[in-house]
Nanobody
Framework: QVQLVESGGGLVQAGGSLRLSCAAS????????LGWFRQAPGKEREFVAA????????AYADSVKGRFTVSRDNAKNTVYLQMNSLKPEDTAVYYC?????????????????WGQGTQVTVSS
């Protein structure tokens, strides 16, 4: 059974930083692209960042480029999202997701497995 468990969310002031983690089990981690998505109240879930199976390829939403960094540790079956210079509009539930590798570039949609999410709240 595949499980993705996010952690590291919380309340932070604007301009602050948080690091989210997502621990995976029940899958061969190195065969999967990993993605981060978020959903704010009243809005649809949106793509944030993704990283390829080897860690060499990444993708980011324009809204987070230069502020967020996605990384992975295949030895620990964990993917991370370092979030710096946080803004109130980054407030959302953040989800990690896993996608079996079928393309060389990590996708921005169509993921196979999802975590339960972790709340990030940025106060102004």
């Amino acid at each position: 059974q595949v499980q993705l468990v996010e952690s590291g969310g919380g309340l932070v002031q604007a301009g602050g930083s948080l690091r989210l983690s997502c621990a995976a089990s029940g899958l061969t981690f190195s065969l999967y692209n990993l993605g981060w998505f978020r959903q704010a109240p009243g809005k649809e879930r949106e793509f944030v960042a993704a990283i390829g199976w080897g860690g060499g390829r990444t993708a980011y939403a324009d809204s987070v480029k230069g502020r967020f960094t996605v990384s992975r540790d295949n030895a620990k079956n964990t993917v991370y999202l370092q979030m710096n210079s946080l803004k109130p509009e980054d407030t959302a539930v953040y989800y990690c997701a896993a996608d079996l590798v079928t393309t060389p570039v990590p996708p921005t949609s169509g993921y196979d497995y999802w975590g339960q999410g972790t709340q990030v709240t940025v106060s102004s």
